[in-house]
């Protein structure tokens, strides 16, 4: 079985989202660049994006920081969001052999219904989609491939992830199951440390399951 990651992996929402965040953050006087909002929060729930900035600044974030975060990254989706290159071959291809295959997010349901809506790749996973609301503890930890797994009647080793952030192959690895690390920005060593298999196309899914 295969499992899939959502933001950078199924949707290019990844910059889009951290460039927001970037600037929401910087609003509120914690200055940072794209580099480090990735590294910092990638692949984490956005609960832990609040709780790991009212550390960094030493004051909690207004209520409403997500609230209004939420509303300038949907409309951004909605102007600017796409499919990975390759993605939608993948899928068809994984139909054809019947090859299992499932969402294991950090992002929140109604992100990811909007986001797979958007770029039509929603009707592949039907009720497939699992997310961090659903297990005790998110990534790096492994309980929600763990849960994925289960949900899907697949032992851990049989899986294959699909992730693109260091946590989410951290989390993949604690679960024993195999990783491949999605990377646009080529040989990244932090993924490939942590255990992933690092990769820049999409469709190279489909040669290392054959």
Known sequence: M???DCDGVLVNSEVISNE???????????????EE????YVGRSMLSVVAISNELLGRDLPDNFLKRLQIETFKAFDERLKP???????????????????VASSGAFEKMDLTL??????????????NTSQVSRGKPYPDLFLYAAEQMQVEPARCLVIEDSLPGVQAAVAAG???????????DQALKKAG????NDMRDVLTHIK
């Open 196 to 199: 992933g298999l690092v990769f």
């Open 37 to 40: 909002v990735i590294e910092t």
């Open 117 to 130: 809506g958007l770029t039509r790749l929603r009707d592949f996973f039907g009720g497939r989609i699992y």
């Open 2 to 4: 295969v499992i899939f």
């Open 20 to 34: 927001l965040l970037r600037s929401a953050l910087a609003r509120h006087g914690l200055k940072m660049t794209l």
């Open 84 to 102: 990975v290159d390759g993605i939608k071959q993948v899928l068809e291809e994984l139909q054809q052999q019947n090859i299992n295959y499932c």
């Open 177 to 187: 199951m195999e990783v491949m690390a999605y990377s646009v920005r080529g040989a």
